[in-house]
């Protein structure tokens, strides 16, 4: 299975739904197509849905990492919403935590920013 | 005692990016009839995944060669053994630092050895300058079960 990504703005926020796999192969995928998305749009946040997201190793927290670089120059936000199992646990050993906003889904995470 | 080795499986592919999701379906497929929790399945997934990017991305820096999977079970034990013919680890002990990558420019979080050691219950790694790299883990499937029941 490879990745899927659907791409949605609301405001100033960029909202990603990822499904399938999440890996080495597919995060370039993804890295180019979010930095298109950011030359094109003004976007000041983040939002990753991990819900039908079934894998995800390393290379997706170095995603995450550079986005979060890039949001942080405009004062945005990196958001996570709906995490499960193992992906949950690999984004606490990175301590992604610390920096990420998580939320339970899509729509608190609107909530938080104030793009509902 | 040593445990009778029940089943083995070998797989040797090129070190491409494609082949990180053919690995992972090779490890799924092999521990399938140890009947593998879903976190089991998704924590050896992410060993076979993070060490067959680290051949295809270090070892042979994106350009391809050979990459070699063995997986072997020993009753409810099982090893995975990844081995490249790339150029090699200098320090050993600097690559295995949380964090540390040799290429920050691609976006590398540097936790993919710190995964494999985590998921893992025992971890090996050797490695010589031009010749290649060798990992081999092993992970008890009982352990964990025992403990999430």
Same mark, same amino acid.
């Given at each position: 299975?490879?990745?899927?990504?659907?791409?949605?703005?609301?405001?100033?926020?960029?909202?990603?739904?990822?499904?399938?796999?999440?890996?080495?192969?597919?995060?370039?995928?993804?890295?180019?197509?979010i930095?298109?998305?950011?030359?094109?749009?003004?976007?000041? &946040?983040?939002?990753?849905?991990?819900?039908?997201?079934?894998?995800?190793?390393?290379?997706?927290?170095?995603?995450?990492?550079?986005?979060?670089? /890039?949001?942080?120059? &405009?004062?945005?936000l990196?958001?996570?919403?709906?995490?499960?199992?193992?992906?949950e646990?690999?984004?606490?050993?990175?301590?992604?935590?610390?920096?990420?906003?998580?939320?339970?889904?899509?729509? /608190?995470?609107?909530?938080?920013?104030?793009?509902? | 005692?040593?445990?009778?080795?029940?089943?083995?499986?070998?797989?040797?592919?090129?070190?491409?990016?494609?082949? $990180?999701?053919?690995?992972?379906?090779?490890?799924?497929?092999?521990?399938?009839?140890?009947?593998?929790?879903?976190?089991?399945?998704?924590?050896?997934?992410?060993?076979?995944? $993070?060490?067959?990017?680290?051949?295809?991305?270090?070892?042979?820096?994106?350009?391809?060669?050979?990459?070699?999977?063995?997986? $072997?079970?020993?009753?409810?034990?099982?090893?995975?053994?990844?081995?490249?013919?790339?150029?090699?680890? $200098?320090?050993?002990?600097?690559?295995?630092?949380?964090?540390?990558?040799?290429?920050?420019?691609?976006?590398?979080?540097?936790?993919?050895l710190?995964?494999?050691?985590?998921?893992?219950?025992?971890?090996?790694?050797?490695?010589?300058?031009?010749?290649g790299?060798?990992?081999?883990?092993?992970?008890?499937?009982?352990?964990?079960?025992?403990?999430s029941?």
């Amino acid at each position: 299975m490879s990745l899927s990504v659907h791409f949605f703005l609301k405001s100033d926020t960029l909202f990603i739904r990822l499904s399938g796999e999440l890996d080495h192969h597919s995060s370039s995928q993804l890295r180019e197509r979010i930095n298109t998305l950011m030359e094109q749009y003004e976007i000041k &946040n983040i939002v990753f849905n991990f819900k039908n997201l079934s894998f995800m190793d390393s290379s997706g927290i170095g995603v995450m990492l550079g986005r979060y670089n /890039q949001v942080k120059k &405009n004062k945005g936000l990196l958001l996570a919403c709906d995490l499960n199992g193992s992906i949950e646990k690999i984004i606490k050993l990175s301590g992604l935590y610390k920096i990420l906003v998580i939320t339970k889904d899509e729509e /608190q995470a609107s909530n938080y920013l104030g793009v509902a | 005692m040593k445990n009778k080795r029940d089943n083995y499986a070998e797989v040797t592919f090129e070190a491409i990016s494609e082949n $990180e999701a053919f690995a992972r379906i090779v490890v799924a497929g092999f521990i399938m009839p140890l009947d593998p929790t879903i976190d089991q399945l998704n924590e050896l997934k992410t060993i076979v995944s $993070e060490g067959v990017t680290n051949s295809v991305i270090h070892a042979y820096d994106s350009k391809g060669g050979k990459i070699k999977l063995i997986l $072997e079970s020993y009753q409810n034990d099982v090893t995975v053994t990844i081995i490249d013919y790339g150029k090699g680890i $200098e320090d050993i002990n600097k690559a295995r630092e949380l964090f540390y990558t040799s290429k920050p420019e691609e976006e590398r979080s540097g936790m993919g050895l710190t995964l494999m050691e985590v998921f893992s219950d025992e971890f090996y790694m050797s490695s010589k300058v031009g010749e290649g790299t060798v990992i081999k883990i092993k992970k008890s499937l009982e352990l964990s079960k025992e403990m999430s029941a």
